[in-house]
């Protein structure tokens, strides 16, 4: 089992209330990575619908999670058709609820070629980016033992003037992408502020919602994420996730703010 | 009163139950418009918590509202803090539950300049554009008499060969835009797979988010959508609305079916 599969493990214990143990080796400085926090609330959402594949998953950060170890999911299924179920989910933890899950579940099984889709940019190899680091960001990064981040020469932090993100992205155990991992994917990267801004802040994410497209390919998933809208202290990113086969398999956008550090 | 004001207005019935009388002078063909529908809700949404803007809307659309009538209205607040309010609330007509709106509420105000945004295009002036036809769309379009549609002559339906829906956006009556009809404006124009494919079919969306940037000015509101991802049946359609003075007000993107008619 994968260590995403067993850290993100739902246990139902009672009619739509599931258990989880967090764990904090998916943390950037004090706080699990949002993209980890919402996983077991998708997951226990997956288990009340019947289709396979989250086709949008929207998510709330109302707290951070920080610390890890015990916590809940309460889960209602709101509809569910033929195509397409929704349903909602809340993580609960240290006394407080942390984010709210809103998602789409369908089965992205296609064998369809995109009929319009944004092409993948040329990006150097994996072997020839840098990892992820910590100290650029002025905070530890215990997620690099669990998602490997490749990021260009020109996408380090004060190193473009465009405010782009882009890289390559796996998990660190070998563990092929999925539909389930690619949410955790989308909000992995260092913010898209800071290569054109240099380290400017914290900022937190208010609202992300992530579409997948198709089911991914074995390998490294290529990511790019953009701000194209600051103002008042609030910015929206949107990203396009890539697998190995150069498909689009989600797109990502996201509401956050920005807090002077 | 404006007709947006008097037609989205909510009565409390109950502690978190609101009624409602849709009207179905916002109709495209047989059902309401999606932006119209919500719009109930989020008026019930902000008067559940504390502050005046929704910043950012989210709504997942579970089944069409047809005909109009009678409604309920039910809302929780999931957190209020200093900056912004989180709320959810469903839309209950007809029997059943027609769609789901989790919003965040903030305050827009801001002196500021937008440090980073997206440049509203040149277009032909709104006098030199078309009203939004429904027999290019097969529908009867009683919306028309609520909200004005103007769209350049190389958007019309089969137009273009970009994937690209512009033009200009107004109240019929002359009320000035709010941050509430905003998320109204950003679901109100053709789908922009049309100036492309032509009247390829219906093109329900399953989720909704927009994204409030500003307080908009008096005036025409300019709009460009585009679907820049079309895969499997479904699409992505990516939204930017400016103000009189050419200001970024809204961001929008939805998730949608294509269903060959």
Redesign the interface.
């Known amino acids: 089992m994968s260590a995403f599969e067993r850290e993100t493990s739902v246990r139902p214990i009672a009619d739509g209330i599931w258990a989880v143990h967090l764990s904090a080796d998916w943390n950037i400085g004090d706080s699990a990575n949002g993209g980890y926090a919402l996983s077991p609330v998708l997951r226990a959402l997956r288990d009340v619908g019947e289709h396979p594949d989250p ?2 998953v ?1 998510t ?1 950060f ?2 951070p999670v920080r610390g890890g170890g015990e916590a809940t999911v309460t889960t209602r299924l ?2 569910t058709g033929r ?2 179920s ?1 349903a ?1 989910g809340t993580l609960h933890h240290a006394g407080h ?1 942390r984010l ?1 899950v ?1 998602a ?1 579940f369908g089965d ?1 099984d ?1 064998p ?7 092409p993948a940019p040329q990006l150097p190899p994996p072997e020839e980016c840098a990892a992820r680091e910590g100290g650029a960001q002025g905070v530890e990064l215990p997620i690099a033992g669990r998602v490997e981040v490749r990021i260009p020469p020109n996408r380090v932090v004060g190193g473009s003037d465009e ?1 782009v993100m882009e890289g390559w992205i796996r998990l660190a155990d070998g563990t092929p992408p999925s539909t389930m991992t690619l949410p955790l994917f989308a909000d992995a990267f260092p913010p898209s502020l800071f290569p054109k801004l240099g380290r400017v802040g914290w900022v937190p994410t ?2 992300l ?1 992530v ?1 997948v ?2 089911r991914p390919a074995a390998g490294w998933i290529q990511a790019r994420l953009e ?10 990113e ?1 990203g396009t996730l890539w697998d190995s086969t150069g498909r ?1 398999v989600a ?1 990502s ?1 996201q ?1 956050g ?1 920005l807090l002077n550090s």
């Open positions: 086709i949008s929207t709330h109302l707290r709101i509809r195509t397409v929704v909602t609820d709210v809103n789409v992205v296609s369809d070629e995109a009929i319009i889709a944004v405010a208010i609202e919602t579409h497209r198709r701000c194209d809208d600051l103002s008042g202290g609030r910015m929206i949107t689009v797109r956008r509401l703010l």
